[in-house]
């Protein structure tokens, strides 16, 4: 009876790694990721805002991609995606808030 538990509970711990393991970052959540990341930094460059910080995040999610480490790469792509929208919001704030600078 005992040894019948062990069995079960060593093959549901298996199964749980198992599943861990597939929910691992993958290449395509990279890109998706990276191509996501890129158009907002695209849109922050219209909008003559890009943040340094932003490519430097980006740099490291590419590094991170070329590594194999798609984990972190699809993280850092994440934050720079998130960078860049925080920039695109910063522009789109000063276009209007600097009237309120203005002396009348």
């Given at each position: 009876m005992r040894l019948r538990l062990l069995f079960?509970?060593?093959g549901l711990i298996?199964?749980?790694?198992?599943?861990?393991a597939t929910a691992a970052s993958t290449n395509a959540d990279f890109?998706?990721?990276l191509n996501?990341?890129?158009a907002a930094e695209n849109d922050a460059g219209?909008?003559?805002n890009q943040w340094t910080t932003t490519e430097e995040t980006?740099?490291?999610a590419k590094k991170a991609a070329a590594a194999g480490d798609f984990d972190t790469a699809v993280d850092?792509?994440?934050?720079?995606?998130a960078l860049?929208?925080?920039?695109i919001a910063q522009a789109r704030e000063q276009e209007i808030a600097w009237r309120a600078a203005v002396i009348h």
């Open positions: 079960s509970m060593t298996w199964l749980v790694a198992a599943t861990a890109k998706a990721a996501a990341a890129e219209a909008l003559k980006l740099t490291a850092d792509a994440r934050q720079a995606e860049a929208k925080a920039s």
